[in-house]
């Protein structure tokens, strides 16, 4: 699409202005770049290797395997309904600012509140899930190097990722 002056406006940047608002921020992801923020945030080895040892000591293989084809069900469902959203109303805010655009004019406000908290939160949960899996798997890798097992302080200062002198390899 072109303006007036002779600029070039890509559809995104068009929506936005019919929507009132100006583009700010780049959209210019590589593929190394969105693999990079999509590895970090779904961390796809981490789960599966903490999530699998949960499934197999509380449900068994049946259910290891199904609940990962549920799961995948459910994120590929909530998956297609956001892309429907971002298709018809782009924007640099993201799940607060459809909720906002979504909701009621009276709970507007609300569900944009509670979108971004429960998105932050969630964020914080997964990186605190990710790196708790991290310090598990040290763990198994220092009991498999020096046949003692880490007190859950000692874990725990492993988690929080202040080794302690205990953990030296002197």
Known sequence: METGNGKVVDSGEARLRALGYKQELRRDFNLFTNSAISFSIISILTGITSSFGIAYNNGGPVSAIWGWVWASIMTMTVGIAMAEIVSSLPSS??????????????????AAWMTGWFNLLGQAAV???IDFAL????????????????SQKELLAVYAGEPRPSLSCS
């Open 135 to 150: 310090a598990a798997h040290i763990q198994g890798m220092w009991v498999l190097a020096n046949g003692y097992v880490l």
């Open 93 to 110: 805010g993201g799940p607060y600012f459809w909720s906002a655009e979504l909701a009621t004019r009276r709970w507007s406000p609300l």
């Open 127 to 129: 990186t605190a899930g």
